[in-house]
């Protein structure tokens, strides 16, 4: 009896965390639609399997890889097993290979997407003692030790940035609907690197949650009286 409670719960609890965990919509960023370092723009798609969304970037560049040309080294690795700077917390999936924008020079950068997404992640590389701001305020959801070692970070006291000790690999979240968002990293260094990913497109026309129907109907029940007890 008690093996079998045992196994009941082994199952449950792996069930439970699998059902926790979900992919991550990663950018491909694609080097012959119209990146330009010299220019500081850049441009990729996500790809959700059942919408295409462009993603153009704005901001300084250092290199830039695409997966294909120049280099391909990948820098999304996980090198210590059950340290996991991206597959942590909720995230399924790692950025894919060699598919990234390393910076260099210290300033804002501007993602627009070309229909309004939810939940927008970075994927962050080597972020050496460095720090960065964003335009919302952020989740830090994994952190850990990547290609070039590791390192931790902390919120800032608005909750809208991040300060970074030793070499920071990691994700994370700015949760809600966007069609743009800006960061400004804000130190230069030889480079670090990133890239971003969604949950998905934002939902045009959000079903009220139960709750939510509940209250609506309250609202009216109490609308309803207020207009009895006037006549």
């Known amino acids: 009896m008690k093996c079998s409670f045992l196994i009941t719960a082994a199952v449950t609890a792996t069930l439970a965390t699998a059902a926790s965990a979900f992919p991550v919509f990663w950018t491909d960023w694609q080097r012959s639609s119209g990146t330009n370092a010299q220019s500081n723009t850049a441009f990729g ?3 959700t399997g059942t919408d295409t969304i462009g993603v153009n970037y704005s901001g300084a560049i250092s290199f830039f890889q695409d997966g294909v040309n120049g280099n391909t080294t990948n820098y999304w690795t996980e090198p210590n097993a059950g ?3 991206y597959t942590g917390g909720p995230i399924d999936n790692a950025p894919p290979g060699a598919e990234m924008i390393a910076l260099n020079v210290a300033g804002t950068k501007t993602l627009t997407f070309s229909q309004a997404v939810t939940d927008v992640y970075f994927g962050l590389v080597s972020w050496n003692g460095n720090s960065g701001s964003f335009s919302e305020q952020i989740d830090l959801v994994s952190e850990g030790t990547g290609y070039w070692g590791g390192g931790n970070w902390t919120l800032n006291g608005s909750g809208n940035g991040f300060v970074a000790s030793g070499e920071l690999h990691g994700v994370l979240r700015i949760t809600g609907n966007f069609t743009s968002v800006s960061f400004t990293d804000v130190a230069n260094e030889f480079w670090h690197g990133f890239t971003v990913g969604v949950a998905g497109v934002a939902d045009p026309d959000p079903v009220p949650a139960p ?13 309803g009286l207020r207009r009895r007890s006037a006549r």
């Not at 709750?211 to 609308?223: E, F, K």
Request: hydrophobic fraction near 55%.
């Open 45 to 47: 798609e996500i790809n």
């Open 83 to 85: 340290d996991r700077p």
């Open 211 to 223: 709750g939510a129907l509940g209250l609506l109907g309250l609202g009216a029940l109490a609308l």
